[in-house]
Nanobody
Framework: QVQLVESGGGLVQPGGSLRLSCAPS????????MGWYRQAPGKQRELVAT???????NYADSVKGRYTISRDKAKNTVYLQMNSLKAEGTAVYFC????????????WGQGAQVTVSS
């Protein structure tokens, strides 16, 4: 069973930056979308950003202009560069990979804690 391994979380001051990485433990073929979601304490999991195999990106309004999603196709790795972090960015961040063929399969990472605090 392929697992997604996340790294790069931690504690950062408001205004600071962090970069999250997510790589699968094995090969995943027919990927059509990769993304990041987050879940803050007491709240539902929400979409942060996604990127398709064609390079199209989608961002939550709350992170537009500050977060950037990117991927390395050869490594099946997805990144999330987070700049100008705010306290409301504190959450567990989960990476997500969707494959489309021969059937739709969704993979989730174990989560990386990001804490924005002075």
């Amino acid at each position: 069973q392929v697992q997604l391994v996340e790294s790069g979380g931690g504690l950062v001051q408001p205004g600071g930056s962090l970069r999250l990485s997510c790589a699968p433990s094995g090969y995943i073929d027919n990927i059509w979308r990769m993304g990041w979601y987050r879940q803050a304490p007491g709240k539902q999991r929400e979409l942060v950003a996604t990127i398709t195999t064609s390079g199209s990106t989608n961002y939550a309004d709350s992170v537009k202009g500050r977060y950037t999603i990117s991927r390395d196709k050869a490594k099946n790795t997805v990144y999330l560069q987070m700049n100008s972090l705010k306290a409301e960015g504190t959450a567990v961040y989960f990476c997500n990979i969707d494959k489309e063929w021969p059937s739709v399969v969704t993979y989730w990472g174990q989560g990386a804690q990001v804490t924005v605090s002075s």
